[in-house]
Nanobody, 124 residues
Framework: QVQLVEVGGGLVQAGGSLRLSCAASGGTFSSRAMGWFRQAPGKEREFVAAVSWSGGRTYYADSVKGRFTISRDNAKNTVHLQMNSLEPEDTAVYYC?????????????????WGPGTPVTVSS
């Protein structure tokens, strides 16, 4: 049974940084992209960033480009999201997810597995 566990969320002041990590277990993740989504109160879940199986391709939402960096370690089945220059608008619950084999990374329907989420609060 595949499980994803996110860590690293918390409270930070605007302009600060946080690093989210997600560990995947219970399956094989070759040919699967890994990504991060977020959901703010009263809003729909939205794509944040994703990384291809090889790590060679990364994808970012326009709102986080230049501030967030995604990376993965296939030896440990982990994915990380380094978040810098955080803004109050980044406040949300952040979810780690794994696509189906060769899934398209920016579409939530392409993801098979989801973590429970970790909250991030950015104060102004």
């Amino acid at each position: 049974q595949v499980q994803l566990v996110e860590v690293g969320g918390g409270l930070v002041q605007a302009g600060g940084s946080l690093r989210l990590s997600c560990a995947a277990s219970g399956g094989t993740f070759s040919s699967r992209a890994m990504g991060w989504f977020r959901q703010a109160p009263g809003k729909e879940r939205e794509f944040v960033a994703a990384v291809s199986w090889s790590g060679g391709r990364t994808y970012y939402a326009d709102s986080v480009k230049g501030r967030f960096t995604i990376s993965r370690d296939n030896a440990k089945n982990t994915v990380h999201l380094q978040m810098n220059s955080l803004e109050p608008e980044d406040t949300a619950v952040y979810y780690c997810a794994v696509t189906k084999p060769w899934g398209r990374p920016i579409y939530p329907d392409e993801y098979d597995y989801w973590g429970p989420g970790t909250p991030v609060t950015v104060s102004s």
